[in-house]
């Protein structure tokens, strides 16, 4: 049976028990199974008439079970109950709730079916949906992959007009009238003689009332909040330092930890002496944890000191030990034949690979998370009970660790989940928390904070792989006629879901994300993704694979531009059919005035398509006595329906300088299995003045809503690369390029 036939046939039956569970309505990703988490002795008090919303004598509090990582998440998911509440949004409160399967993400997969996101059909639809229904079965409530707009836009808005519906009902019922005479207004019912009844004076008796099955939402006409640029619920917060972080969190008694574990990445501790540390002023206790030690003390300066004095003895690591091994691993992957996945193969390739063709090798190294807040989770085990408190984008998954670590009943359990300094993906993992579990199970009843220094965070990350890739293409009639993309890297799929105790069968893509997946209509077009070895722990990176393999393909699609003497961006429109994806290419060059670059300047372009989000970026260089400067940088995203608008744009700015940090300067190396990099002055990101004016435009024309916190990484370091060329005639395969070339 042809790979086409397989698909389908494997598509029809899973797409049937798809549509069978309920997967295919709306509805049924509201009412879940799982039950409302608030309503179990409603630790958080008042009434609850969702698992989105509470209403107490003091207002309403809505719930955004996502991590708040910086990407103001919590306010555009907050805006989705309150427009159906018609709730004002000074009234607006947010909170992240309790960790609970309830608030599964249904969404997080849908992009890991082998049908690229522009394929809109039947089947391939079918498939996205169905990948919802082991997400419900296993309940992860994660915030990841630029998921958690495109999961919440009809579930929580469908979970603000049922709360709407029954405030409404319970009004009526009070008065004796009929519902349709009555409408709501900032937070109020508003009874005919224009008087209002709070919300809260009504939640009691709406509580008690049946959600309607089917709530009406309302048109996009009728939006006063959505498609709004909204003050962030955090702003003032953040603004003014008085935000609490993990890292800021004080109870009574608390005590303050930090690690040390092997620096050789997953290897044990066979020994340690830490008669130094325990005599230190200020030392409480010296507690094993996996693969090294905890110091618990009265401050986290005095455990940091105390760490440094403890001696030890440490395993091996088991994977290659250098850099340039590892590179030699990923080379005989790539060279191996053995394939991992080969999701797109239009055409006959090897056939059309004939004449004068295209070769070139390109390579990115391991890259840290490097977020500001380092690793921290604070814990108390106390009388049969854990609570945890820790910046995570996978709360769920603590409750799971901490019934592993203590044997306490996952009802014993409480998670709170603060905002954090950053995530990025490094904070889908478990280790800081089983840490900060292990230490307080070890001192029962007493609170203890861990915070790993900053050294223990760059040396112990789990890393976007280090990966290479080898393409091959011909011309024909100043188009690509041929186009052969092979691409090797570890397994992330592997790796990280391997530290969390499952196993994903099959193919990984994401080591073929946004590369095959592109919506470049070449006639003869085949990628190909190898499998390196498990090798130093990697992770979920900013855009994961599409980090990388946008990279590669852009810079090749460039490289193809100049040999066929043509415009970069006129080269890929005229080779992309995706209406999308044109257009976010027609507005960076109008934005950028492309064509017209200033006298001494130059400009790259490239195109990643991630996540669903078609992002195009044109980056502006100039050469000083000092090194390259960036100048002017512009992105065009098209995320289908924009909900905040202003906080899009901040999100593709940040995402534009994470690229462009990497770029340059982002390498993780590893010597005698030891990562060489400790501190940001070993991993420098860009400073401000380093940064240029950086311009976004949104676009609204994509079919679906999409999530933006990912895709406007991808393009920075090609349309770097590709600038550089265009201004010094050094073509750069090979990142970061702060190696190749000198930067202002």
């Known amino acids: 049976m042809s790979r086409s036939g397989t698909i389908a046939r494997r598509g029809f039956l899973i797409g049937m028990a798809a549509i069978a569970g309920g997967v295919a309505f709306g509805w049924w990703k509201y009412a879940t199974p799982y039950g409302n988490p608030l309503e179990t002795g409603l630790p958080y008090g008042g009434a609850t008439l969702t698992p989105y919303v509470l209403i107490d004598a003091s207002g309403v509090t809505l719930i955004a079970p996502r991590a708040e990582l ?106 004796g009238i009929e519902p349709s005479a009555l ?89 340690y002496d830490a008669t130094e540390a325990l005599a230190m002023p200020g030392v409480h206790a010296v507690i094993p944890v996996e693969n090294g030690i905890a110091v618990v003390a009265d401050t986290t300066w005095t455990a940091f000191q105390a760490a440094d004095a403890v001696s030890f003895t440490w395993a091996p690591a088991a994977y290659p030990a250098s850099t340039s091994q590892m590179a030699e691993a990923l080379s005989q992957a790539l060279a191996s034949g053995k394939h991992d996945s080969r999701n797109r193969n239009d055409g006959n390739v090897e056939t059309a690979l004939t004449g004068d063709m295209f070769q070139a090798d390109y390579s990115v190294p391991h890259l840290a998370h490097a977020t500001m807040e380092p690793m921290t989770a604070a814990a108390l085990f106390d009388k049969g009970t854990l609570t945890v408190w ?60 861990v915070t790993w220094s900053r050294e223990e965070d760059m040396t112990h990350d789990t890393y976007r792989p280090m990966a290479r890739a080898r393409i091959r293409a011909t011309l024909a009639k100043g188009k690509v006629a041929a186009f052969d993309f092979d691409t090797v890297a570890a397994s992330v799929i592997e790796s990280q879901v391997g530290r969390l105790g499952y196993s994903v069968p099959g193919p990984d893509s994401t080591i073929v994300q946004g590369a095959w997946d592109q919506p470049y209509a070449f006639p003869n077009y085949r990628v190909t993704g190898y499998r390196a070895p498990a090798m130093a722990p990697v992770g979920s990176w900013r855009s994961v694979g599409n980090s990388q393999n946008g990279f590669f393909q852009e810079t090749a699609i460039d490289e193809l531009a100049h040999l066929a003497g043509a415009d970069p961006l006129e080269f890929r429109l005229t080779q992309i059919t995706d209406a999308p994806s044109r257009k976010v290419l027609e507005a960076v060059a109008e934005m950028s005035g492309w064509g017209s670059t200033p006298a001494g300047r130059a400009r790259g372009v490239a195109f990643v398509l991630s996540f669903g989000v078609p992002v195009a970026q044109v980056i502006e260089v100039e050469q000083t006595a000092k090194g390259i400067r960036l100048t002017n940088a512009w992105a065009a995203a098209d995320v289908g329906t924009a909900l905040d608008p202003r906080n899009i744009e901040a999100q593709v700015a940040g995402a534009v300088v994470y690229g462009l940090s990497a770029a340059i300067r982002g390498e993780i190396t590893f010597a005698e299995g030891r990562v060489e990099q400790t501190n940001f002055p070993d991993y420098e990101p860009l400073r401000l003045y380093q940064c240029p004016p950086i311009a976004v435009r949104i676009l609204e024309t994509g079919p679906k809503i999409r999530g933006i916190g990912e895709p406007g990484t991808p393009p920075a370091a090609p349309a770097l690369g590709n600038a550089i060329f265009a201004l010094t005639g050094q073509r750069l395969r090979d990142l970061p390029f702060g190696k190749a070339a000198s930067f202002a």
């Not at 005919?192 to 809260?200: E, V």
């Not at 709406?206 to 099955?213: D, F, M, N, S």
């Not at 820790?390 to 660790?401: F, H, Y």
């Not at 990025?424 to 199970?441: P, Y």
């Open 70 to 175: 910086g990407q103001g998440v919590q306010s555009t998911l907050a805006a989705l109950v309150a427009e159906e509440m018609d709730l004002a949004w000074d009234q607006v409160r947010v909170i992240h709730g309790p960790a609970s399967s309830a608030y599964f993400n249904g969404a997080v997969a849908a992009e890991g079916i082998p049908f690229a996101p522009t394929d809109t059909g039947w089947l391939a639809e079918t498939l996205r949906k169905a990948t919802e229904i082991p997400l419900k079965l296993i309940g992860f409530q994660i915030t990841g992959g630029s998921s958690s707009i495109p999961d919440a836009f009809d579930k929580m808005r469908l979970a603000g007009a049922a709360a709407r519906a029954t405030l409404v009902a319970a009004a009526a019922q009070r008065l």
């Open 183 to 271: 409408r709501t207004e900032a937070g109020a019912v508003i009874v005919p003689d224009g008087t209002g009844i709070p919300y809260a004076a009504l939640a009691v008796a709406a509580a008690a009332l049946k959600l309607p099955a089917e709530p009406v939402l309302k048109p996009r006409t009728d939006w006063k909040l959505l498609g709004q640029s909204l003050p962030r619920t955090d702003m003032v917060a953040k603004s003014t330092g008085t935000e609490t972080y993990t890292i800021d969190i004080r109870l009574p008694g608390m005590k303050f930890a930090t690690v040390r574990t092997n620096p050789n990445l997953g290897a044990a501790m066979t020994g």
């Open 390 to 449: 820790a910046g995570t984008q996978l709360p769920t998954q603590v409750i799971t660790e901490g019934t592993r670590l203590t044997g306490l009943p996952p009802e014993a359990i409480t998670v709170h989940t603060p905002v954090m300094g950053g995530g990025f993906g490094r904070r889908a993992e478990m280790d800081f928390v089983c840490q900060a579990i292990t230490v307080a199970k070890a001192m029962q009843g007493t609170p203890v904070l």
